[in-house]
């Protein structure tokens, strides 16, 4: 394991590389051996399950919710993707994203696995949508939050921006 530093969208930090780059279209090859080294790292294997469950999240073009997972065809029973959705959770794998709306959490990989983004979230029907950000206002959010932090003494590591309101399905 290589202790580096990297910068990510103008905030640079400290931490430990996994070996692979991590971006949607160079993470595909290398993706499940990623999981699978998190997944060992805590004393936990990447079974088929955890595997389909990955490869639905990282396919989805939005936060999934656990409807959205168990609409997949396949028989799954909702209480054993939930917790294999915790495992993956707990191993750096998938975010998960609170409820709004429609009382459903939502899934999606883990940020350092695809891209920074932010979020639009209804809050009548709880769908979200990705939102990209402009790395000139990253850099402004990055200040900002870094200045306001500091103030108390605390570093920021990483931010997250939800927008909430309507969609435009319900408004």
């Known amino acids: 394991?290589?202790?580096?530093?990297?910068?990510?969208?103008?905030?640079?930090?400290?931490?430990?590389?996994?070996?692979?780059?991590?971006?949607?279209?160079?993470?595909?090859?290398?993706?499940?051996?990623?999981?699978?080294?998190?997944?060992?790292?805590?004393?936990?294997?990447?079974t088929p399950l955890r595997k389909a469950l990955v490869r639905k999240v990282r396919a989805a073009a939005h936060p999934l919710a656990i409807h959205d997972i168990l609409a997949s065809g396949k028989r799954l029973a909702q209480s054993s993707v939930y917790r294999n959705l915790v495992v993956l959770e707990q191993a750096g794998v998938i975010r998960r994203l609170a409820a709004t709306g429609s009382g459903f959490a939502r899934y999606e990989l883990a940020e350092d696995l695809t891209e920074h983004h932010h979020h639009l979230i209804c809050t009548s029907c709880g769908s979200v949508e990705d939102?990209?950000?402009?790395?000139?206002?990253?850099?402004?959010?990055?200040?900002?939050?870094?200045?306001?932090?500091?103030r108390r003494g605390f570093r920021v590591r990483a931010h997250r921006v939800d927008m909430l309101g309507l969609c435009s399905r319900c408004d």
């Open 1 to 46: 394991m290589v202790l580096a530093e990297f910068r990510f969208l103008g905030c640079t930090r400290e931490g430990e590389l996994e070996g692979t780059v991590a971006t949607l279209t160079g993470m595909k090859a290398g993706l499940d051996e990623l999981v699978g080294r998190r997944l060992r790292s805590r004393g936990q294997r990447y």
């Open 131 to 150: 939102l990209p950000a402009p790395v000139g206002l990253e850099r402004t959010v990055q200040k900002a939050t870094a200045a306001l932090a500091s």
